[in-house]
T-cell receptor, first 113, second 114 residues
Framework: AQSVTQLGSHVSVSEGALVLLRCNYS??????LFWYVQYPNQGLQLLLKYTTGATLVKGINGFEAEFKKSETSFHLTKPSAHMSDAAEYFCAVSDSDNNDMRFGAGTRLTVKP | ETGVTQSPTHLIKTRGQQVTLRCSSQSGHNTVSWYQQALGQGPQFIFQYYREEENGRGNFPPRFSGLQFPNYSSELNVNALELDDSALYLCASNKGQKNYNEQFFGPGTRLTVL
């Protein structure tokens, strides 16, 4: 079964600095990979997803992620952090064999002024 | 376009009781998935319904059951509540049978079991 590991439960950056949130996956079949954001007291919102094709995926709010099969990674980046980016971020993996989407434990991003 | 809605927002139950949570899917969506999110953890997949049939299930016991109605709204039922069932329960809907189609999440129902 597929699984996801998010490295770092908390990440703190200064406003304007690079955001890098790490995600490694395990899957026996070609994976579908997702990043979701969760603001306090809200549901999850899809930032971006990789299914097939181009390995560099651009999402909403200036985020992007690169699927690296050789490293089994799907790290999320943003060149310049905004205060509004402070939230919980979840990486998730699914595959074409079933609909069991597996989420990582999440990374809480704090943005300092 | 109405998003995914869930009711109730909060719920307090005691151990051994039964609970029903409700979810209205986004307009045009025929698939609903349910997730349990314990405090400080990521969501865990409970099960999915596609056109009123269960279409996948995670590692949850049979006391977690569900329904999907002809209008694609859904219910999650949990029997014999345990303290560990305390969590945020999220519902998500999408078009089509596969969850690589974008899932839209509701705000969740926070269940507390005393």
């Amino acid at each position: 079964a597929q699984s996801v590991t998010q490295l770092g439960s908390h990440v703190s950056v200064s406003e304007g600095a690079l955001v890098l949130l790490r995600c490694n996956y395990s899957s026996s079949v070609p994976p579908y990979l997702f990043w979701y954001v969760q603001y306090p007291n809200q549901g999850l919102q899809l930032l971006l997803k990789y299914t097939t094709g181009a390995t560099l995926v651009k999402g909403i709010n200036g985020f992007e992620a690169e699927f690296k099969k050789s490293e089994t990674s799907f790290h999320l980046t943003k060149p310049s952090a905004h205060m509004s980016d402070a939230a919980e971020y979840f990486c998730a993996v699914s595959d074409s064999d079933n609909n069991d989407m597996r989420f990582g434990a999440g990374t809480r991003l704090t943005v300092k002024p | 376009e109405t998003g995914v809605t869930q009711s109730p927002t909060h719920l307090i139950k005691t151990r051994g009781q039964q609970v029903t949570l409700r979810c209205s899917s986004q307009s045009g969506h025929n698939t609903v998935s349910w997730y349990q999110q314990a405090l400080g953890q990521g969501p865990q997949f409970i099960f999915q319904y596609y056109r009123e049939e269960e279409n996948g299930r995670g590692n949850f016991p049979p006391r977690f059951s569900g329904l999907q109605f002809p209008n694609y709204s859904s219910e999650l039922n949990v029997n014999a509540l345990e303290l560990d069932d305390s969590a945020l329960y999220l519902c998500a809907s999408n078009k089509g049978q596969k969850n690589y189609n974008e899932q839209f999440f509701g705000p969740g129902t926070r269940l507390t079991v005393l």
